[in-house]
């Protein structure tokens, strides 16, 4: 149960950054298109796991304010130095692999073994996989001008 509240957690957090970055850029590109996608799926896996949560008889809990001022914190640093896009597609990149590792890390120390559990956490890691591509693939193509 505590892990689902940690991946709960991290999916809204995760959310509530992008969609600050997105304010915070003002910006419509090809950037913020990619991030209103990925915000679209985040916003699923949280119905899923609240679903999971409430199942097993726990209420889901929101994010404390500290969690939420975090975030916000978050969003604004890696949108700082007027938009430096080589900088936020290198943080995103790199925020996306940390939480591939912290998951896969609580897995093992929660010791999940549970098939539900793990198959909606392999379906979050390969999300995460697939952000850190099509960021790769976006900065590629991505007008630096």
Known sequence: ???LEYLYNIVKLEKDALSRMIKMRDKND????????QIGIYKRFGISIEKMIENRKK??????IFAKMAS???AKFVTSKDNDIDRIFNI??????VCIEEVNSKVQENKI???????LTNRFIEFQNRNINTLNKAYKLFDKS
């Open 59 to 64: 209420k889901v809990e929101d994010l404390s």
């Open 1 to 3: 149960m505590e892990f």
């Open 92 to 97: 995103l990149m790199q925020r996306y692999q």
């Open 30 to 37: 090809l950037l913020n298109n990619i991030l209103k996608e």
């Open 72 to 74: 916000h914190v978050g």
């Open 113 to 119: 073994t549970s098939k539900t559990i793990l198959n």
